[in-house]
């Protein structure tokens, strides 16, 4: 290795500053291990001057009760990890499934203890304010869970108000299979769970390919569809105060 040194002395400069890439926002994703769809997709909805940031828990690939509220040990820790610290405005935890079985209070605590100059929420959280913002206390609810997480995910909903007309899951247990599931098999689940008394139509999942087929879903039955996604995406950005519409997604990005 060369012990040979340059003698550099750079002449003075006014640096010219502007107000970075995220002067309207940051807001922070706390993603399970294994998520390789969140990513992507908040970067795909992020208006301009907005930026999105993420840092991620350990776990496992196989999305069950015991391994999903074993996440809470580990939340204070991820939320701590942003390299924004204080400039953080939205600290979220990713998971529909985990935040729903741990409860969103405990999760905004661990959120706030790691990250405690930023507005915590959760994903679930996103969700349920989605569905009051539509007036929607009838539901169906589709998702790919087992069925010991959807037990326990409609006792959450129940809980918060939501009558729940259909609850049903695809029973897949690995994370890397959940966002395999083609958009289109998505579609025609989501609407073989429908019922016309339905108010609207929840399909459960940050790791599910749903916030494609929104629009297209949404044409076909007349009622809103909320995606964990788009309901997350849509949560934050309140939250920190961007009211862009987005078309493309759904009514939730579109109108509200």
């Known amino acids: 290795m ?5 003698d550099v002395q750079s002449s003075p400069v006014e640096v010219r500053f502007d107000r970075g890439r995220d002067w309207r926002a940051r807001i922070g994703f706390v993603l399970i291990s294994t998520d390789g769809l969140i990513e992507g997709e908040m ?3 992020v208006p301009p001057g907005v930026g999105v940031h993420f840092t991620r828990l350990p776990g496992s690939e196989e999305i069950t009760v015991e391994k999903l509220l074993a996440m809470e040990k580990d939340l204070e820790d991820a939320a701590s990890r942003f390299v924004f610290e204080g400039d953080l405005d939205v600290v979220c935890f990713a998971c529909t499934s985990a935040s729903a079985l741990i409860g969103e209070d405990r999760v905004k605590a661990a959120l706030s203890r790691g990250a405690p100059a930023a507005k915590p929420t959760t994903l679930i959280s996103g969700v349920i304010e989605a569905l009051r913002t539509f007036q929607a206390s009838r539901i169906v609810v589709a998702t790919p869970y087992l069925d010991e997480i959807n037990a326990l995910e409609a006792g959450y909903l129940q809980g918060q108000g939501f ?7 695809m ?3 690995k994370d890397p299979d959940i966002r395999r599931v083609a958009p289109d098999f998505i579609k025609d689940y989501a609407r073989s769970v429908d019922r016309p008394d339905a108010e609207a139509i929840f399909i459960s999942c940050g790791g599910i390919r749903s916030l494609e087929i929104v629009d297209a879903l949404e044409q076909q039955t007349g009622k809103p569809v909320v995606t964990s ?13 961007i009211e862009d519409k987005i ?5 939730l990005l579109k109108m509200h």
């Open 229 to 241: 996604n788009q309901a997350m995406f849509w949560d934050t950005m309140r939250l920190a105060g």
């Open 43 to 45: 970067f795909r909805l």
């Open 171 to 173: 029973n897949i247990l």
């Open 2 to 6: 060369s012990t040979n040194t340059f």
């Open 163 to 169: 009558e729940i007309l259909e609850f049903q899951g």
């Open 247 to 251: 078309e493309g997604y759904g009514q």
